[in-house]
C-alpha cells in the first residue's frame, strides 16, 4: 500500500501529528528569537561626546596658567567629526538599554558593523542549508535536527559571552550555519508525517509559531535590557528541547526511501495508535527505484528538464521572497510606537496573512496562491515607493508584510511538495541558499535608500522590491499545481 494511503486509514492529521506539530514548531518560534535579536542587541540606544578644551593663558613668570573645559556636543555630523580624536569622549545613555554598540563603540565610522554581524549570520545560513539539507538527506531528519538543537545552544551562549566585536560575528556565522538544519530539516520531517490533505495547514501553523515567536521575543527583550543577559536567556532555551528527543520519530517516508521498510511500518503504527487507529500496517509500496545513495549530489536537482525547472524558478522565488521580507522588517521602525512595540506588530501583523494564505491554498492551489500573493507585495512596495501620505504609506507597508509573510509560507510548503523524497532536504536546502543570498544583499538595496537627487529619496529599495516581487510572482505561475497530490518519493516519478 502506499504511504499516503496508509495516512488515510491512520488519520492525516490526528492526535498523534497534532503532538508532533507543537513539538517541532517549537524550536521554529525559538528561531525567530535568534533571527530577530539584533534589532534589540544591535540598537544603538544614543549616545553624546564630551570634548575637552584646554584654555592656556601665560601667569606670573611666564608660567601658563591653563584650564580645561568640558563642552557637550550632540550634533550628528559634529559627534563625529570629534569621534576618535583625544579630545572626544562617547558617552552612552543605557538607561533603557545596552546593547554591542554601547559595549563596543559602534558609531559613525563603526556604526556599518551591526550590519557586518547580520551579514555573516545570513552567509551562515547559506553555508547552513547546503550542508545540512544534504546530510539530513543521507543520514535522516532525526539526527540532524537535535545535533543542530544542541550546537545553536552553545554557540547562542558563545555569541552572548563574546569579549570582543569579531568573536561575537564568528558566533553569529556559526549559529547561522547550524540554525538552517531546525528550520528546514524540522519543517520536512514534520510534512513527512502528516497526509496530502493535511500539509497546507500544517504549513501554515508552523509559520504562526515563527509569527508569534517575534511578539514573544519582544516581550523578553522589554524584560531583559541588558543584552548579555538577554541573549544567554533565549539561548539556554534550547536545552528544553533536547528531551523531545524520546518523543519525536525519524521520517517514515525517509526510512522507505533508504530501504528501512519495517522501521517506517513501527514508526506509521506508533502514530497510528496514536490516534486511536490499531491496525497493522500492511506491506508498503516501494518507490519505483532503488533505494537511494547514500552520497546525494546537487546536481540531482538539475538532471531532469522536469526538476531543473522547477529549481530554477524555486530559486528566484525564494530569493525575493527573503529579500522583500526582510527588506519590509528592517524597515518596522517607520511603524512607530516604540522599538518593542515595532517589533512585536511587525511579527504579529503576519498572522492575518498565513490565515488567509492557508485558505486560499485549499481552495484555489498554491500555485496562484504563491503568485498572487508574491505579486501583490510587489505591489504594494511599488506604492511605497512614491510620494503617499504617511497614513497611506503605513497601510501599504503593513499590506506588504502581510502577503510577503503569507507568500513565505506557502513557498516552504509548495517547494517541499515539488521536491521528491530522495532529494527533498537537499532541494530544500538549495533555494534556501538562494533565498540567504537575498538576506545578505538586503542591507546593501536598503542603502540605496540613502541616495538623493534634490534632497528626494528616489526610493530604489522599494522599486527594486516592487519589480523582483512582480517577476518572481510571474514566474511561480509556471510551476505545477499540487493541491492534494501524492508527495513524489524519487526523481523517475516526476514527468
Known amino acids: 500500500m502506499d504511504i499516503d ?53 601665560v601667569g606670573i613668570g611666564a608660567v601658563p596658567d591653563c584650564t580645561r573645559a568640558v563642552s557637550l556636543i550632540t550634533d550628528p555630523e559634529e559627534k563625529c567629526r570629534h569621534y576618535g580624536s583625544e579630545d572626544c569622549m562617547p558617552q552612552f545613555d543605557t538607561s533603557e538599554y545596552t546593547s554591542i554598540v554601547s559595549e563596543w563603540d559602534l558609531v559613525c565610522s563603526r556604526s556599518s558593523y551591526p550590519s557586518v554581524a547580520q551579514s555573516a549570520y545570513f552567509l551562515g545560513l547559506t553555508i547552513g542549508a547546503w550542508l545540512f539539507g544534504s546530510l539530513a538527506d543521507m543520514y535522516g531528519r532525526k539526527r540532524i535536527l537535535f545535533i543542530n538543537v544542541l550546537g545553536c545552544t552553545a554557540v547562542g551562549l558563545g555569541y552572548g559571552l563574546a569579549t570582543r566585536f ?28 502528516v497526509g496530502a490533505g493535511k500539509r497546507s495547514l500544517v504549513g501554515v501553523l508552523t509559520q504562526s509559531f515563527f509569527s508569534v515567536g517575534i511578539g514573544v521575543l519582544a516581550l523578553v527583550a522589554y524584560l531583559f535590557r541588558n543584552w548579555r543577559v538577554l541573549s544567554v536567556f533565549i539561548s539556554v532555551i534550547g536545552l528544553s528541547f533536547l ?16 530501504g528501512r521498510e519495517e522501521e517506517a511500518k513501527a514508526v506509521l503504527t506508533k502514530i497510528a495508535r496514536g490516534n486511536g487507529r490499531n491496525m497493522t500496517i500492511p506491506r508498503l509500496k516501494r518507490p519505483s527505484s532503488q533505494p537511494s545513495k547514500t552520497t546525494v549530489s546537487v546536481t540531482e536537482l538539475f538532471r531532469t528538464p522536469v526538476i531543473r525547472h522547477r529549481t530554477l524558478i524555486l530559486l528566484v522565488a525564494w530569493f525575493t521572497d527573503c529579500m522583500v521580507y526582510y527588506g519590509l522588517s528592517m524597515s518596522a521602525g517607520s511603524l512607530g510606537g516604540g522599538r518593542y512595540i515595532s517589533v512585536a506588530l511587525s511579527g504579529l501583523v503576519e498572522l492575518p496573512g498565513l490565515y488567509i494564505s492557508y485558505h486560499l491554498m485549499e481552495r484555489i492551489g498554491r500555485k496562484w496562491t504563491h503568485g498572487g500573493l508574491l505579486m501583490l ?6 506604492l511605497a515607493a512614491i510620494g503617499l501620505g504617511e497614513s497611506v504609506r503605513l497601510v501599504v507597508a503593513l499590506l506588504g508584510k502581510c502577503s510577503v509573510a503569507a507568500s513565505f509560507s506557502v513557498v516552504y510548503l509548495y517547494s517541499a511538495e515539488l521536491f521528491p ?17 537575498g538576506g545578505i544583499l538586503t542591507p546593501l538595496i536598503l542603502l540605496m535608500g540613502e541616495i538623493n537627487l534634490g534632497g528626494v529619496s528616489l526610493g530604489l529599495p522599494m522599486v527594486v522590491m516592487g519589480c523582483l516581487g512582480l517577476l518572481a510572482g510571474l514566474l511561480s505561475l509556471h510551476l505545477p499545481e499540487t493541491l492534494h497530490q501524492p508527495l513524489p518519493e524519487t526523481l523517475a516519478e516526476l514527468t
Open 243 to 258: 528531551p523531545l528527543w524520546r518523543w519525536i520519530p525519524e521520517s517514515p517516508r525517509w526510512l522507505l526511501v533508504k
Open 421 to 437: 523524497t530522495e532529494i527533498r532536504n537537499l532541494g530544500l536546502g538549495v533555494v534556501s541558499i538562494s533565498a540567504r543570498i
Open 5 to 57: 494511503e496508509i495516512f488515510e486509514h491512520i488519520g492525516e492529521l490526528g492526535r498523534a501529528q497534532k503532538n508532533l506539530l507543537v513539538l517541532l514548531s517549537l524550536p521554529v518560534a525559538w528561531m525567530s528569537f535568534h533571527v530577530l535579536i539584533p534589532n534589540f542587541i544591535a540598537a544603538d540606544p544614543g549616545w553624546n561626546c564630551f570634548v575637552f578644551t584646554t584654555n592656556c593663558t
Open 166 to 193: 569579531s568573536v561575537f560575528v564568528v558566533f553569529r556565522f556559526l549559529f547561522g550555519v547550524m540554525s538552517q538544519a531546525i528550520a528546514v530539516v524540522g519543517y520536512s520531517l514534520l510534512l513527512e508525517v
Open 377 to 382: 507585495a510587489g505591489i504594494c512596495c511599488a
